[in-house]
């Protein structure tokens, strides 16, 4: 499965990473809050991420219930990889040292990843 899914796409996602399976019908009311989505677009959100692999639908049931194929885990490791080799030519060094050349890290972070990094190298 490719994760390679669109901002509106992982809304859809997220919300079946949270609780699955759901219908149609739970997911719009779900976004409705953080969106202003029609029905339709929701719809056909749904039916691109089943054309890709992301999501299983149940047909058993009276409606049809959607899940996820692939963890978000997965999802985000293929998004990351991508983004650090478009942006970064695939160094992680120049994202990091960017991070903290910019002051965008906080001290705190920049300890833990210095733990981090430690850890790994042990």
């Given at each position: 499965?490719?994760?390679?899914?669109?901002?509106?796409?992982?809304?859809?996602?997220?919300?079946?990473?949270?609780?699955?399976?759901?219908?149609?019908?739970?997911?719009i009311?779900a976004?409705?809050?953080?969106?202003?989505?029609?029905?339709?677009?929701?719809?056909?959100?749904?039916?691109?991420?089943?054309?890709?692999?992301?999501?299983?639908?149940?047909?058993?049931?009276?409606?049809?219930?959607?899940?996820?194929?692939?963890?978000?885990?997965?999802?985000?490791?293929?998004?990351?990889?991508?983004?650090?080799?478009?942006?970064?030519?695939?160094?992680?060094y120049?994202?990091?040292?960017?991070?903290?050349?910019?002051?965008?890290?906080?001290?705190?972070?920049?300890?833990?990843?210095?733990?981090?990094?430690?850890?790994?190298?042990?």
């Amino acid at each position: 499965m490719n994760c390679r899914i669109s901002d509106a796409e992982w809304l859809i996602m997220k919300e079946l990473w949270k609780e699955s399976p759901q219908t149609t019908t739970k997911i719009i009311e779900a976004l409705s809050m953080e969106t202003n989505w029609s029905p339709k677009t929701v719809h056909s959100l749904i039916a691109r991420l089943v054309k890709k692999g992301a999501l299983g639908v149940d047909k058993n049931s009276g409606q049809h219930k959607f899940f996820p194929l692939v963890t978000k885990e997965e999802c985000v490791q293929e998004e990351t990889g991508s983004f650090v080799q478009k942006i970064y030519e695939g160094s992680i060094y120049n994202l990091v040292a960017n991070f903290i050349h910019d002051e965008k890290m906080s001290a705190t972070e920049m300890e833990e990843l210095k733990k981090l990094l430690d850890e790994k190298l042990k």
